[in-house]
């Protein structure tokens, strides 16, 4: 597609229940990665895919936080058992993936999405 | 581990003058990007501006220009002619090149206000 599309745009749950969150990539982007936000803060960052493979899930922050890319494409971000402290704004983004200056000049700065607002009640 | 300190939470600008957001980084490498990023209410995070580590002259975009200090390890914004449409968060960010698929790493953000 011309943009990174997210959805929801918006979801609200209870506590103890599990959400997807999902992201549509640029076709052609390799790289894709997934942050969080939470309200008045910068961008943490939770993991990266390469393909379908996932060579840095370093950030996710507990057991309950998985995600998984198929086709080389859509990405699902899954949340098991929601807590408050996840209400926050799920970003994603994609890029090129290419190193170096090369995609310096691709722009691989990444495209971001219009994230998930998730408020956990 | 690579940090990013935006040390402003707020500034405020009067339409058309100019505005300086600071920034500065720690790392240990010698090779790599900074970002700064604008995100308005939509949410959506919008490239503005971005510098190689290797390169001593400041990017230029239009009205944004950047200071790149590497020795002192700052990277300012300068805004000029604001306008009312450049009110929003701003970033700052950092990427490794040396690093295989490394992620953005983002400073804490700077509220932008342009008043009328």
């Known amino acids: 597609g011309a943009g990174v599309s997210q959805s929801p745009s918006n979801k609200v749950t209870e506590k103890g229940k599990d959400v997807e969150l999902r992201c549509d990539p640029i076709s052609g982007h390799t790289a894709l990665y997934w942050y969080r936000q939470s309200l008045g803060q910068g961008l943490e960052f939770l993991i990266y895919?390469?393909?379908?493979?996932?060579?840095?899930k370093s950030g996710l922050p507990s057991d309950r936080f998985s995600a998984e890319r198929t086709g080389g494409s859509v990405s699902t971000l899954t949340i098991q058992r929601t807590q408050q402290e996840d209400s926050a704004v799920y970003l994603c983004a994609s890029s090129y993936g290419r190193e170096g200056r090369e995609g310096f000049k691709a722009g691989y700065g990444y495209t971001f999405g219009s994230g998930t607002r998730l408020t956990v009640v | 581990a690579q940090t990013v300190t935006q040390s402003q939470p707020e500034m405020s600008v009067q339409e058309a003058e100019t505005v300086t957001l600071s920034c500065t980084y720690d790392t240990s490498e010698s090779d790599y990007y900074l970002f700064w990023y604008k995100q308005p209410p939509s949410r959506q995070m919008i490239l503005v501006i971005r510098?190689?580590?290797?390169?001593?002259q400041n990017a230029t975009e239009n009205r944004f220009s950047v200071n790149f200090q590497k020795a002192a390890k700052s990277f300012s914004l300068k805004i000029s002619d604001s306008q009312l449409g450049d009110a929003a968060m701003y970033f700052c960010a950092y990427r490794s090149g040396e690093t295989s698929g490394s992620r953005l790493t983002f400073g804490e953000g700077t509220q932008l206000t342009v008043n009328p």
């Open positions: 895919f390469q393909g379908n493979s996932a060579p840095d």
């Open positions: 510098q190689e580590a290797y390169k001593q």
